[in-house]
């Protein structure tokens, strides 16, 4: 960590530092003795064997704590920089991350985007015969007109937002329902030309790639086996060398083996143009109610009782991000309090006064217009937050609510009143439009 404050449980001090100084000199250390020298709470300073003398040994419970702890590093010693523990049950079992143990092993255990996994099962289960066979499927009528989905591509794209399950429903699907072989390589490290070409040939001379040891490294000669390739990251590519993302279109385009490029943003300028190549699937942010109900099976299985509505206000204020609630989950169980009492309401608010995402640079500009047009959660939204849903991108907000407001109440019965609504609200737009177009006109 960059400083040392009174929140700061720990400081770890090695030997020396490694210009020679001594470890008193740092600004850390001096620090601690300012705090100490005006009577004011401080951390507690710890040396090496101290710190991992405090560590859980493997099988051992964790120390009981009442807060989580932040430990800040100095000097030359091996410790971590920073120390993330993992939640225990307090019964002595081996403690994990919470996110790696109930990682999703089947399609029953996958949050939301349902209809997107059973695309994305279908492409798969029909590549070798759309693929290698010629047998191309026929493209369905969108309606509403629009560009048709690329169901006979030789590669999918998955986009969404992080923290929702992509790579693993690529995982899934690719081991449970195409009995694939998996080869997941992360593309913002190797996204060269010169290693993305190396893949192709690998891939055309039927060679087993060879990830372990990175492109460009080693190759195994050898028939390739049944196998899909997850290229994660994708939209990492565009900072690398020139040509990347052209060499990586060119191998999709000769490949003999399915491949899954996932990103964040379909819509980046990186990934646009391997957007046309692939088969694009978008990814949703689960419900926070589908999100709280899975987090309940957790904390029971965990032994830590937390009331529903507590689960959807976490839920709510990750933007659904399974990673992170979880993690924040896993935080709550370590404290004292959690355990013998439970996490309610009141206790999830408090907490989220200091953990919530920043609204503003979770949503996406659609994501904020799906929010402003769903009848449920538009109504709960105060006055400030429609504005700052609108200022996410001001420059297209408003087109999008002009294209989708009137989708949002088709469902209703045809009144008088949802008639004179839907003309007001057009008299609106159009007087929002004449001033932002008089107060930027001459900017």
Known sequence: MGTVSGNTAYLVVGSHLDDGRTVEETSKYRRVMELKAKGKKAPEILTEEQFLARLP???????????????????????S??????????????????????????FDEL?????????????????????????????????????????????????GPPGIGKTTTARLVAQLHGGYEVLEYNASDARSQKVIQE??????????????????????????????????????????????????????????????????DSHSVKVRSLAFSCYDLKFQRPTKSTVAHRC??????????????????????????????????????RSEKAQEEGVNYMDMKERLKQVSKDQGIMLSPFDA????????????????DRLDMFFVDYSLMGLLVQENYLKSVDKKPVTLDLLNKCAYAADLMTCGDVINERVRGDQ
């Not at 120390?63 to 932040?70: G, R």
Request: aromatic letters at 4%.
């Open 81 to 106: 920089r920073s120390s993330v523990g993992s939640a225990a049950d307090g019964k002595g079992k081996e403690m994990s991350n919470w996110v790696d143990a109930y990682a999703p092993h089947s």
């Open 369 to 384: 217009c799906k929010k402003l047009l769903n009848s449920s959660e538009g109504s709960r939204l105060s006055f400030r």
């Open 199 to 264: 893949m192709a040939e690998g891939i055309a001379d039927n060679r087993t790639l060879n990830f372990s040891g990175g492109p460009g490294k080693s190759k195994v000669p050898g028939l390739t086996k049944k196998a899909v390739i997850i290229m994660d990251e994708v939209d990492g590519m565009g900072a690398g060398d020139r040509g990347g993302m052209a060499s990586m279109i060119r191998m999709i385009k000769k490949t003999k083996n399915p491949i899954i490029c996932i990103c964040n």
């Open 111 to 159: 949050v939301g985007n349902a209809s997107v996994v059973r695309k994305l099962t279908e492409w798969l289960r029909d590549w070798d015969d759309v693929v290698l066979k010629g047998k191309s499927k026929k493209v369905g009528f969108k309606p509403g007109g629009g560009m048709p989905e690329n169901i006979n591509a030789r590669a999918a794209l998955i986009s």
């Open 57 to 79: 040994t493997s099988g051992a419970a964790a120390p009981s704590l009442t807060k989580p702890v932040v430990v800040a590093a100095t000097g030359g010693s091996s410790a």
């Open 296 to 333: 309940a099976e957790i904390a029971k299985a965990e032994g830590l009782e937390v009331e529903a509505n507590a689960l959807e206000a976490l839920a709510e204020s990750c933007g659904s991000d399974m990673r992170m609630v979880l993690n924040q989950l896993q935080m709550l169980a």
